[in-house]
């Protein structure tokens, strides 16, 4: 099992920037990749980035690239999200997700464990 903690959430003026953590504990090891996602009230959940846990591999929504990066720190077993140029288009609720499989990573199927969520509001 694997829990997920993220913190960071909170209301940003358009053109401000936000940084989102996720914490992993309990058996990370095990962990293959992590990813954000989000979701904005009546759409469907959208895939945000993903991060190999070995780092090697990173992976954006058209939507964020160049604006949005995507990172971990191994030792902290914590995933972060720094988001710049935020967009009122980017007001959701971010979760952060793990998975054990090998698989497509921008698919919320194969994610096994997901995190509570945490509200970002960008105000136009």
């Known amino acids: 099992q694997v829990q997920l903690v993220e913190s960071g959430g909170g209301l940003v003026q358009a053109g401000g920037s936000l940084r989102l953590s996720c914490a992993a504990s309990?058996?990370?090891?095990?962990?293959?990749?992590m990813g954000w996602f989000r979701q904005a009230p009546g759409k469907e959940r959208e895939f945000v980035a993903a991060i190999k846990w070995s780092g090697a591999n990173l992976y954006y929504a058209d939507s964020v690239k160049g604006r949005f990066t995507i990172s971990r720190d191994n030792a902290k077993n914590t995933m972060f999200l720094q988001m710049n140029s935020l967009k009122p288009e980017d007001t959701a609720v971010y979760y952060c997700?793990?998975?054990?499989?090998?698989?497509?990573?921008?698919?919320?199927?194969?994610?096994?464990?997901w995190g509570q969520g945490t509200q970002i509001t960008v105000s136009s």
């Open positions: 309990g058996q990370t090891f095990s962990i293959y990749a």
């Open positions: 997700a793990a998975r054990h499989d090998i698989g497509v990573l921008t698919n919320t199927a194969g994610y096994r464990y």
